[in-house]
């Protein structure tokens, strides 16, 4: 007989979690004016709102933690990990940062001006929020392909070239200060960029003079894929792969809180020393001296740790199959979800489940509101609430894809909890044309308004 798969790790501690009853549910989601993000985390059972810094560290890394070294400046745990960053991504200027949009804000402190271009592939929100920001636009430039979820491409991550050269075209590269390859990109899905599509961004980058930029916040997920669906690379480990990446990246910001696998801190890597010492002043201002930036010593060691074990093949193909599983079940059931199935997430097709809720009444979100009523599963709107208004007109701005995300914690649920999760939302889809209002506004915030947006039934 062959033997099945079986994850490549064994649990030593555990955590308890809270059952609750509908009624219990209904009134916790209202309480929290609809917003998923104001729930208590005891009122959910399964938290599927985010991958970012909730996953499972190694015994490895909470021994590093007893390592850490607080020193203010010149902390070894720093060295440890500009070390490690240097070996697996080549960078030979880096500067640690609290989380991935602190990375983005020091950059784009010295890169980003008003009246700026910043072409990409579906730019992640805060990404997108600190463009703004500043008074400059995003541009995205993703294969067409990546909003259709039925279509099946391996890399639906990766970026149009006739887009982005349209870009480059039609303004001077002084507005252009550079582009944003998301691996993988999280807004599309969790999908990832090919190396093929990385070397032609590149290229056609320096053709025009406009440095690339890596959120990278996946970046490890997205070498898997390579070597899976891209033939060159079959054979390659997950580190040389992640090595032949950062060849094509003048940059990168990095939020460790996913796949570093620790449950906070950042990172930029530069590779030219001008910029590096014009962000260092910036992350003095904003983040911390320059040998913390915003971390202690112990998170430093912990990130080391994380980014050497999970550029490993082992964890990575436990981690991804977890997710394949789950959209596996998915699909048996008939839920419409982004096909193929992404590194960290299940995307949810909110447009094909609920066409009878008026978009205007937030699709996503609405399913989102379901699914935590029939099972206390928590996952997030990624729809018109996070598209949030255009910064000129000011009009709600309704996005191609609108999908609730139930994304993955990194080694910390098990395959049941995903069987439960698919069961719940089967559920949902089984009384799905019952479900025919949605929600309205009654309070956001001028920028990034889905996390505290409050809301009302329509
Ligand atoms: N870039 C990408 C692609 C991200 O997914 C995130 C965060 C960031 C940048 C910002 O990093 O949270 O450390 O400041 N994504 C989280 C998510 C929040 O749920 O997908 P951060």
């Known amino acids: 007989m062959e033997l099945p798969f079986s994850e490549s790790y064994r649990i030593k501690t555990t955590e308890a979690l809270k059952r609750s009853t509908k009624e ?18 005891d009122a959910v059972f399964i938290d599927m709102l985010t991958d970012s810094g909730t996953g499972a560290m190694s015994n490895r890394q909470w021994a590093a933690i007893m390592t850490g070294d607080e020193s203010y400046a010149g902390a ?4 440890e990990l500009k070390d490690t960053v240097k070996s697996i991504m080549g960078f030979d200027y880096f500067l640690p940062t609290h989380q991935g949009r602190a990375a983005e804000n020091v950059l784009f402190s010295v890169l980003v001006k008003e009246g700026n271009i910043v072409p990409g592939n579906s730019h992640f929100d805060t990404t997108k929020g600190h463009i703004e920001h500043r008074k400059a636009k995003a541009v995205d430039c993703t294969i067409d392909e990546a909003f259709d979820t039925t279509i099946d491409h391996p890399f639906k991550g990766n970026l149009d070239l006739e887009k982005l050269e349209k870009v480059y075209k039609d303004y001077p590269k002084e507005q252009i200060p550079c582009c944003i390859v998301t691996v993988t990109c999280n807004s599309s899905g969790g999908q990832p960029v090919s190396i093929q599509n990385m070397k032609d961004v590149y290229a056609l980058s320096k053709k025009y003079d406009i440095p ?69 002043t910036f992350s003095i201002l904003f983040e911390g001296y320059v040998t913390y930036g915003g971390m202690s010593g112990r998170d430093m060691a912990a990130l080391a740790v994380g980014l050497d074990e999970n550029t490993e093949f082992d964890y990575l193909e436990t981690r991804i199959k977890q997710v394949e599983y789950l959209g596996k079940k998915l699909m048996e059931y008939g839920v419409p979800i982004q096909y193929p199935i992404g590194g960290h997430a299940i995307f949810v097709d909110a447009n094909k489940v609920l066409p009878n809720v008026p978009k205007e009444e937030f699709r996503a979100q609405t399913l989102g509101i379901e699914l935590y009523l029939e099972g206390g599963v928590r996952g997030v709107e990624i729809g018109a609430l996070l598209a949030d208004r255009d910064p000129v007109t000011r009009e709600n701005r309704y996005p191609k894809l609108e999908l609730l995300r139930l994304a993955v914690a990194r080694r910390v649920y098990t395959d049941n909890h995903m069987d439960y999760i698919a069961a719940a939302l089967k559920n949902v889809y089984d009384r799905r044309n019952e479900i025919t209002s949605g929600f309205n506004i009654t309070w956001e915030a001028p920028i990034m308004r889905h996390f505290t947006i409050e809301l009302d039934k329509a």
């Open 212 to 280: 690339v930029l890596y959120d990278s916040a996946r970046f490890a997920e997205n070498a898997y894929f390579i070597k899976l669906r891209e033939e060159p690379y079959k054979d390659w480990s997950i580190k040389e792969i992640v090595a032949e990446m950062y060849q094509y990246a003048d940059y990168a910001t990095m939020s460790a809180k996913k796949d570093g696998v620790v449950n906070i801190g950042g990172f930029i890597g530069f590779k030219d020393e001008e910029t590096y010492r014009q962000a260092c």
């Open 24 to 41: 219990e549910r209904a009134a916790w989601i209202k309480e929290a004016q609809y917003n998923l993000f104001k729930l208590k985390s």
């Open 76 to 79: 070894s745990s720093f060295h």
